[in-house]
Structures are given as C-alpha cells and as structure tokens.
C-alpha cells in the first residue's frame, strides 16, 4: 500500500505518458496449433495412462509416471483453454462474427470439453475436444482466406488436424 502511495505521489509530480494495448500479443500474431497440440498431447498422455491401468498394480515408478502424465494432461488441458481464449477475445471481432455467429457457442464447448477431458481419462473425451479444437482451427483459417486441409500428425496419437494450406 506505501509503494502505491509513493508511486502515486511520483506520478503526480511528473505524471508518465500512459501506454495502452488492445490485445495480449503482439497483433496479428495468432495462431490455433498451439491448442491442437495441446489436445494431441492430451490424448496422447489418456494412451499412455490406459497403458498403466493393465498393470493389477503400480510400482513406485509407475505411480510416479501416472502422477506425471495426469499433470501433463492437465496443464495442456489449461492452455488449450487460454489458447482459444486468448484467439476467440482478441482476434474474433464482429465482422468474424458475422460471417461465422457459432463461434461463440463452439467456443463454450471448447472451454466444457477441455474442462471434461481434464477431470477425466477418458480417450473420447479428448477425441470429442480435437474435433471441436479442428473446427475452431478451420473457421479461423476461413476468416484470415487462408484454405486449410486435414491431415494425420506424422506423430502419436496420429490423429487428424486441421491445417493451414500456406502454399494456395
């Protein structure tokens, strides 16, 4: 409370020009894949802890590598949630919204998917997530016209992506 009051007091007496931004990044600079990875990464950590579960019981070790998957899992969990908020609160504006007006929907169902996936090991879950992320990834695209494709991740859990067709 006193450095406030001091930092007050300096600013009153040779006040700063105050900076403002309208957006968290740098503009323009946004981007679905990070979420997309997020969810492979999900999925992916649901495959390795179903691999634990048929072991009858867990090692020291492998109760150390659950703990360590689940925590992955949850904090990818959050950054898709921050990811898509950070595109759907910055970059979608009204023009966005009228040519596409389910983003906001499609948007709550990103954040109760995520929500859902983390609090459960559950692969459809995660699958149900990718495909709402995909969606989201595909209308962003549509707003930059930029075309996109689905492909297969060239990684595990090999699931299928939207992406950006940069060559078009």
């Given at each position: 409370?006193?450095?406030?009051?001091?930092?007050?007091?300096?600013?009153?007496?040779?006040?700063?020009?105050?900076?403002?931004?309208?957006c968290?990044?740098?503009?323009?600079?946004?981007?679905?894949?990070?979420?997309?990875?997020?969810?492979?990464?999900?999925?992916?950590?649901?495959d390795?802890?179903?691999?634990?579960?048929?072991?009858?019981?867990?090692?020291?070790?492998?109760?150390?590598?659950?703990?360590?998957?689940?925590?992955?899992?949850e904090?990818?969990?959050?950054?898709?949630?921050?990811?898509?908020?950070?595109?759907?609160?910055d970059?979608?504006?009204?023009?966005?919204?009228?040519?596409?007006?389910?983003?906001?929907?499609?948007?709550?169902?990103?954040?109760?998917?995520?929500?859902?996936?983390?609090?459960?090991?559950?692969?459809?879950?995660?699958?149900?997530?990718?495909?709402?992320?995909?969606?989201?990834?595909?209308?962003?695209?549509?707003?930059?016209?930029?075309?996109?494709?689905?492909?297969?991740?060239?990684?595990?859990?090999?699931?299928?992506?939207?992406?950006?067709?940069?060559?078009?």
């Open positions: 409370m006193m450095m406030y009051k001091i930092l007050a007091l300096l600013d009153s007496k040779n006040p700063f020009e105050q900076a403002s931004a309208h968290d990044i740098p503009c323009k600079i946004y981007d679905p894949i990070s979420a997309q990875l997020a969810v492979l990464t999900m999925i992916r950590m649901v390795l802890l179903t691999e634990l579960k048929t072991n009858d019981s867990l090692s020291f070790e492998q109760q150390a590598t659950f703990n360590r998957l689940v925590g992955e899992k904090a990818h969990g959050k950054q898709i949630k921050a990811d898509i908020s950070v595109i759907w609160g970059y979608i504006k009204q023009p966005q919204l009228d040519n596409h007006p389910e983003l906001h929907q499609l948007t709550h169902e990103i954040m109760l998917a995520a929500s859902f996936a983390k609090q459960h090991i559950d692969r459809a879950a995660t699958l149900t997530l990718l495909d709402k992320v995909n969606q989201f990834a595909e209308i962003f695209w549509q707003t930059k016209g930029v075309a996109t494709y689905r492909a297969v991740s060239p990684y595990p859990p090999a699931e299928i992506l939207v992406y950006p067709d940069l060559k078009a």
